[in-house]
């Protein structure tokens, strides 16, 4: 691990994570990047994650997210997920901006989580309503019990608006950083993809996790080329032994 970024961290008055859906890759649930398997290989997610697609056919969107929501539960947090969770209590002032729907940062220990993109294990209604309990024995999708509205996963699809409460956070905690990191993400989906530049913007560092090179990679201050549950966990371990040495 480069020391002078390790040593930039120890500085760092707010450290900023925003993480996609390669942070949760090692944990067996594909990006959307991937391929899809089975019967879901004939669609893109991207044809299916839409207001449009869930209009014009409910039921299979629907279903879409009843097989994602298996996977998830089946799912564990990796070495990514947990070093993530560590480094909340190794750095000074640490805010984790997820665009995973999966709930794994939670799972793994992580305090508090910015949810940008929602959560998959939550429904609403079309109409906004949140759902406490789902019944999925009768028709697909269930109503809502409140108003017999559709319900819907309650995640943010191509083309919705992130919840206002939610950006006006996650942008203010991009706006008070130093250091920001970018974390298994192609850093093309927006807004989300815009915050490291506007991180940037006020001097920020920036730093990328990824294997593979992003539009984000030739900006980064620090990139680290390798999967996130090889590269989070090594650098957690660097700044926990300096800590050491600093109290020794
Ligand atoms: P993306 O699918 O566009 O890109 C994934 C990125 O992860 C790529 O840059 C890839 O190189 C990188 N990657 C692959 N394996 C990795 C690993 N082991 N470690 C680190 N990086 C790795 O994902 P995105 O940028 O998050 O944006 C797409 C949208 O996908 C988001 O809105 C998100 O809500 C949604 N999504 C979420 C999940 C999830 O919650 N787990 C899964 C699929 C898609």
């Not at 564990?76 to 640490?94: K, S, W």
């Amino acid at each position: 691990m480069d020391p002078a970024l390790i040593a930039a961290l120890a500085g760092a008055r707010h450290v900023v994570m925003l993480t996609g859906s390669g942070t949760s890759a090692e944990s067996g649930i594909p990006t959307f990047r991937d391929a899809q398997t089975g019967l879901w290989a004939q669609y893109r997610p991207e044809d299916l994650a839409t207001p449009e697609a869930f209009e014009r056919n409910p039921r299979l969107v629907w279903d879409w997210y009843a097989c994602r929501r298996e996977l998830v539960e089946a799912a564990r947090p990796n070495a990514g997920h947990d070093a993530i969770a560590e480094l909340d209590g190794l750095l000074h002032r640490f805010t984790l901006i997820t665009q995973n729907v999966d709930g794994l940062h939670q799972r793994a220990g992580s305090p508090t989580v910015i949810e940008f993109h929602g959560n998959i294990m939550r429904s609403r209604c079309t109409a906004g309503h949140p759902a406490d309990t789902v019944d999925e024995s009768g028709p697909r999708p269930p109503r809502c019990r409140r108003c017999g509205a559709l319900l819907r996963p309650d995640v943010v699809w191509f083309d919705e608006a992130i919840p206002g409460d939610v950006l006006a956070t996650a942008t203010a905690a991009v706006d008070d950083c130093d250091v920001l990191f970018a974390v298994g993400t192609s850093a093309v989906v927006q807004p989300a993809a815009g915050l490291a530049a506007q991180a940037q913007r006020h001097g920020a560092l920036l730093v990328e996790i990824n294997p593979a090179p992003t539009p984000l990679t030739e900006a980064a201050d620090f990139a680290l080329t390798g999967p996130s549950g090889c590269m989070l966990p090594k650098l957690a371990a660097a700044l926990r032994t300096r800590r050491q040495s600093c109290l020794t």
